[in-house]
T-cell receptor, first 113, second 115 residues
Framework: SQKIEQNSEALNIQEGKTATLTCNYT??????LQWYRQDPGRGPVFLLL?????KEKRKERLKVTFDTTLKQSLFHITASQPADSATYLC????????????FGKGTRLHILP | NAGVMQNPRHLVRRRGQEARLRCSPM?????VYWYRQLPEEGLKFMVY????????ESGMPKERFSAEFPKEGPSILRIQQVVRGDSAAYFC?????????????FGPGTRLTVL
């Protein structure tokens, strides 16, 4: 079955630096790969979507890359701020196969002032 | 322009009781998804519904769990005879459709505690 791996340990980054989070998956490449942000006690919030035929997508300080050969996506936050501290979830939209979205466990990011 | 609404936000039940979780999708959205999240775990897909239809319930336990999305009113996730292992956060999401641009918008979740 399809599996997603995200860094299970929390990531501590100094304010102003670039934070890079990793999402690896097995088996099939998704139609789309999505990134969400989740704050404690709240539901996930959609951030970015990248298609399987795209290499890179940007939105303000966020950048996502997608390598279907490596079966990996990287999520970058540049000029990080303490307000970026949250859990970031990677999700595979398997619309091309069985119409499900499969979520990773997420990586907790702490931006240190 | 209200987002996805879920209620109650917190629900406490004793073993053997029934839990009913409600989800009102965003205005204009006819697709609803239910997920379960355990502490330190990812969101696990449970069921995908459109108005009056269950499209995919492959993630939902076969016993004690049911979901509906009637023509009028919210979507309901019903858990009968709850057990301690049902304690989790249950999130509902809605979308306009299942196209590329149809992002899922999540509600704040219902935290179920089974005593």
């Amino acid at each position: 079955s399809q599996k997603i791996e995200q860094n299970s340990e929390a990531l501590n980054i100094q304010e102003g630096k670039t934070a890079t989070l990793t999402c690896n998956y097995t088996n099939y490449s998704p139609a789309y790969l999505q990134w969400y942000r989740q704050d404690p006690g709240r539901g996930p919030v959609f951030l970015l979507l990248i298609r399987e035929n795209e290499k890179e997508k940007r939105k303000e300080r966020l950048k996502v890359t997608f390598d279907t050969t490596l079966k990996q996506s990287l999520f970058h936050i540049t000029a990080s701020q303490p307000a970026d501290s949250a859990t970031y979830l990677c999700a595979l939209d398997m619309k091309n196969r069985d119409d499900k979205i499969i979520f990773g466990k997420g990586t907790r990011l702490h931006i240190l002032p | 322009n209200a987002g996805v609404m879920q209620n109650p936000r917190h629900l406490v039940r004793r073993r053997g009781q029934e839990a009913r979780l409600r989800c009102s999708p965003m205005k204009g959205h006819s697709h609803v998804y239910w997920y379960r999240q355990l502490p330190e775990e990812g969101l696990k897909f449970m069921v995908y519904l459109q108005k009056e239809n269950i499209i995919d319930e492959s993630g939902m336990p076969k016993e004690r769990f049911s979901a509906e999305f009637p023509k009028e009113g919210p979507s309901i996730l019903r858990i009968q005879q709850v057990v301690r292992g049902d304690s989790a956060a249950y999130f509902c999401a809605s979308s306009r459709g299942r196209g590329e641009a149809d992002t899922q918008y999540f509600g704040p979740g219902t935290r179920l505690t089974v005593l």
